[in-house]
C-alpha cells in the first residue's frame, strides 16, 4: 500500500518555464488537495477537490492550475513559474472533508 | 473563519524531560482538531486527532492532547522526550462548518532534543 506518491521529488525550473507536478493516491479516498509550504508559514492550500470532478481555490492559488484526472490522481500545473514560486509542494487525500489527511512525500521545486 | 497559533516557533528540551508544545485555536463551530509531525526532508504523519469524542487524546509515540473548549487551547504534551522526538509539529484546525470545510495550519514548532 503506497499512500499518496508524488512526482518528481526534487526540480529545478528557469523563470517562465512550465511543469506539472503528479499525485495519486491508492485509499480510494475522494478528495485530494495541493499545499506549499515555506519557512515559517506553515502549509497553505492552493487547491483542493471534494470528490472527482470537482476543483476549488485555496488560500493561495495564483499562478496554478490543477486538474483531477480522476478518482486517484490530482495535477498541480504551473504555467509560467516564477521565483517566487519555489517552494515545497505537498498532495494529501482525505476520505472526505474534515477528516484527517494523509500526505505525500513532497516535491522540491526550485525558480531559478 | 478559522485559525491556529502556535505560541512557539522553537521548544529545547533535554532528553528524557517533559514536552509541552501549545496551541490555541479559533473556530466558528464545533472544530477538529490535530497534530502533525514533520521530520527533516519527509512529509507530514497524524499524530494524533480531536473529533468531539473525549477531551484527552492520546496518539502515536507516546503523544497527548487535551481539548479545552473554556481556553480554546489543544496542548501536546509528552512525559519524557527521546531523541527521535526532533522535528517541526503542526498544529491543524478544521471547523467543519457550512459547506466544505478545509484545514488551516499553524506555522509549525520546532522541537529540539539535546542529550
Known amino acids: 500500500n503506497a499512500g499518496v506518491t508524488q512526482t518528481p521529488k526534487f526540480q529545478v525550473l528557469k523563470t517562465g518555464q512550465s511543469m506539472t507536478l503528479q499525485c495519486a493516491q491508492d485509499?480510494?479516498?475522494?478528495?485530494m488537495y495541493w499545499y506549499r509550504q515555506d519557512p515559517g508559514m506553515g502549509l497553505r492550500l492552493i487547491y483542493y477537490?471534494?470528490?472527482?470532478?470537482?476543483?476549488d481555490k485555496g488560500e493561495v492559488p495564483n499562478g496554478y492550475n490543477v486538474s483531477r484526472l480522476n478518482k486517484r490522481e490530482f495535477s498541480l500545473r504551473l504555467e509560467s513559474a516564477a521565483p517566487s514560486q519555489t517552494s515545497v509542494y505537498f498532495c494529501?487525500?482525505?476520505?472526505?472533508?474534515?477528516?484527517?489527511?494523509?500526505f505525500g512525500p513532497g516535491t522540491r521545486l526550485t525558480v531559478t | 473563519a478559522q485559525s491556529v497559533t502556535q505560541l512557539d516557533s522553537h521548544v529545547s528540551v533535554s532528553e528524557g524531560t517533559p514536552v509541552l508544545l501549545r496551541c490555541n485555536y479559533s473556530?466558528?463551530?464545533?472544530?477538529?482538531l490535530f497534530w502533525y509531525v514533520q521530520h527533516p526532508n519527509k512529509g507530514l504523519q497524524l499524530l494524533l486527532k480531536?473529533?468531539?469524542?473525549?477531551?484527552l487524546v492520546k496518539g502515536i509515540n507516546g503523544f497527548e492532547a487535551e481539548f479545552k473548549k473554556s481556553e480554546t487551547s489543544f496542548h501536546l504534551t509528552k512525559p519524557s522526550a527521546h531523541m527521535s522526538d526532533a522535528a517541526e509539529y503542526f498544529c491543524?484546525?478544521?471547523?467543519?462548518?457550512?459547506?466544505?470545510?478545509?484545514?488551516?495550519f499553524g506555522k509549525g514548532t520546532m522541537l529540539l532534543v539535546s542529550p
Open positions: 494529501a487525500s482525505s476520505e472526505a472533508d474534515a477528516y484527517e489527511q494523509y
Open positions: 485509499m480510494n479516498h475522494n478528495s
Open positions: 477537490s471534494a470528490s472527482e470532478g470537482t476543483t
Open positions: 473556530s466558528s463551530y464545533s472544530p477538529s
Open positions: 480531536y473529533t468531539s469524542a473525549a477531551t
Open positions: 491543524v484546525v478544521s471547523d467543519g462548518g457550512s459547506g466544505y470545510s478545509t484545514l488551516t
